[in-house]
């Protein structure tokens, strides 16, 4: 159903992006995007780490 995203494909985004964004604003749009995935990660991480130890404490009794 989807196609593979190739080479040519990603240079033509790029190319957008640029276009779009301009070069002075693409260092601070990347450095905005690793940021929020560093935080996406640390949520995840995070979430992980509280399901494991309510899964220790047992049930929860407030349901």
């Not at 989807?2 to 190319?15: Q, T």
């Not at 940021?35 to 309510?54: C, F, L, M, N, P």
Request: no cysteine; charged share 30%.
């Amino acid at each position: 159903m989807f196609a593979v995203i190739g080479v040519p494909e990603l240079v033509i985004i790029l190319i957008i992006v640029l276009l779009v964004f301009g070069s002075t604003q693409l260092p601070r749009l990347a450095r905005s995007l690793g940021r929020a995935h560093k935080e996406y990660k640390k949520g995840i991480k995070e979430g992980d780490a509280s399901e494991d130890t309510e899964s220790e404490e047992g049930p929860s009794k407030n349901k």
